[in-house]
């Protein structure tokens, strides 16, 4: 019988490899910050890029855009550790399972609510914020 449950499990519920936190390549222009290869980082994590500037903007009390490049740029002189930490909070809120902690997640509405449901271990847990 474990043999079969183990058969039917996805594959990417097989594989051990180790989620790595995209880390952010940031500088400092003027009076604005801008996160070099945001969109990158948005491709890494499999999330709409609107919901992600929505959360950095909300921590940092201040505008942020994309640009034409897929930069991001905050209005306001933050340091590179600022928006690594604000990347890692939100991979650890939106993205990592809370069950297994793999980043196989993706939302999902069930009665209105949106939950994040993970496609490795198959946990559904809802998400403030969304």
């Known amino acids: 019988m474990l043999e079969r449950l ?7 519920t097989k594989k051990h490899e180790r989620f790595e936190m995209p880390v952010a390549e940031s500088f400092q222009q003027g009076n604005k910050t801008i996160v070099r290869n945001f969109s990158s980082i948005l491709k890494a994590i499999n999330r709409d890029s609107r919901h992600a500037i929505k959360f950095i903007a909300k921590d940092t009390a201040t505008n942020a855009v994309i640009d034409d490049s897929g930069r991001l740029v905050l209005n306001g002189k933050f340091s590179s550790m600022q928006i690594n930490d604000l990347i890692k909070n939100y991979i650890t809120q939106f993205i990592l399972c809370p069950e297994c902690k793999r980043p196989d997640t993706k939302v999902v509405e069930k009665q209105g609510v949106r939950m994040l449901k993970c496609e490795a271990c198959g946990a559904i847990s809802a998400v403030k914020g969304l």
Do not use: G, H
């Open 6 to 12: 183990y058969a039917s499990l996805p594959e990417k």
